[in-house]
């Protein structure tokens, strides 16, 4: 059996690498070619070219990026092509991963599978039409995503969430983080102002904002702020002077630990103010209430609010099918509500609790790891119908 599969970014990565794993235990034979990173390498796949030089976000990056994506798009079409696997996967990322879907498409008949469905339920539905008419399987990390696939013309198969698999920290592991940074039994909030250099400097000033709001009114707060790795430095630099001393966890300087230092902090704090994504479903695993605050550039804002279909983007609130996750999106991200809001969350915390342990519990914990759900999902598909 022979897959070509591709991804462009760590979370990606991850998918890939779990999927890989799953078909290599339930077909041994499985040969592996395609781009993706370390993970994924570490599967058995020898990677095309770099999986980061394929990594874009937003209107105005893949603008300025579109001639080098665009070749890379054709130069990946072709090598599948020439590869003639049983079936192309494609993780993610759909500005490079369904371009090269449609060239596939338009000179073979290779089944190809996509991996993460779009999110045709918040925002420009069409693209699940256009979407079939070159994919024909999608693989979908959120359990109210198969209809809106399906009614397209695609198959979809709900294989659950690869956060329910991550591990989270015990409760004595949160009790020795709040001890080694001597923050003994003061209510402590995260500061997680996003893992991208354009979403920390947007957001780093207004969450500042917020601490300082925050500290003024309750000056026994402890303020944490886990830095991503790729923004470390950035983060150290815009909010070393934040009111209240914050805590800034660098994980250049927790080196192998920094993933177990990052589960403390979430365990251990009693409040979080995240940027919008999947960091909401982190918080969720380890039972951390939470505010949402985002904002973007003028032209993706302009873009996206005109045609959002959903009230909340919160993914908490969209799979609990509640709305006890407040958000500040947009213009609406302004740092006196928010404070306002984190103040009221750290008061009254349960309602978002029964909220987090539902999500957690419809994406699929307790069951079939999420790699393995998928790779059967792929060779069911493989298989055809019955």
């Not at 069951?367 to 119908?385: E, I, K, S, Y």
Request: hydrophobic fraction near 50%; aromatic fraction near 6%; glycine fraction near 8%.
């Amino acid at each position: 059996m022979r897959v070509f599969i591709t991804a462009g970014e760590p979370s990606g990565d991850r998918l890939g690498a779990a999927l890989m794993n799953g078909l290599r235990d339930m077909a041994p034979d499985v040969q592996f070619s395609g781009i993706g990173g370390d993970l994924m390498i570490g599967e058995g796949l020898d990677s095309l070219f770099p999986m980061d030089e394929i990594s874009v976000m937003g209107v105005a990056e893949i603008l300025r990026r579109y001639g080098a994506l665009r070749a890379r798009v054709r130069q990946t079409a072709e090598a599948v092509i020439a590869a003639a696997p049983d079936v192309l996967i494609t993780v993610d990322l759909p500005e490079f991963s369904l371009r090269v879907a449609r060239l596939v498409r338009q000179a073979s008949d290779i089944r190809i599978v996509h991996y993460v469905a779009p999110t045709v339920w918040a925002w420009r539905p069409g693209r699940a039409a256009r979407m079939a008419r070159h994919v024909d399987q999608v693989l979908a990390l959120l359990p109210f995503e198969p209809p809106y696939m399906e009614a397209a013309g695609m198959r979809c198969d709900f294989v659950g969430h690869p956060l329910v698999t991550e591990p989270v920290a015990t409760p004595d592991e949160a009790a020795r983080f709040r001890a080694a940074h001597a923050i003994a039994d003061r209510p402590v909030a995260l500061m997680l102002p996003g893992s991208r250099k354009s979403e920390v400097a947007r957001l780093a000033p207004i969450f500042g904002e917020v601490a300082a709001r925050l500290y003024a009114r309750r000056p026994d707060l402890r303020l944490v702020i886990p830095a991503a790795g790729p923004v470390a430095q950035m983060v150290q630099d815009l909010c070393a002077g934040w009111a209240g001393d914050p805590v800034i966890l660098d994980p250049r300087e927790a080196g192998d630990s920094a993933p177990a230092q990052k589960r403390a902090a979430f365990g251990a704090a009693d409040v979080a103010l995240a940027a919008s994504g999947t960091v909401s479903l982190e918080l969720a695993a380890a039972n951390t209430p939470m505010v949402i605050g985002y904002d973007m550039g003028w032209l993706s804002r302009q873009i996206i609010g005109r045609l959002l279909l959903v009230d909340t983007v919160t993914l908490v609130n969209l799979v609990s099918e509640t709305r006890t996750v407040p958000e500040f999106i947009g213009r609406n991200c302004r740092p006196g509500p928010i404070a306002d809001a984190l103040l009221a969350v750290l008061e009254l915390p349960q309602a978002q609790s029964d909220a987090m342990q539902l999500t957690m519990q419809r994406l699929g914990r307790g069951g079939p790891p999420p790699g393995q759900r998928a790779a059967w999902a792929v060779l069911d598909g493989l298989r055809g119908p019955a």
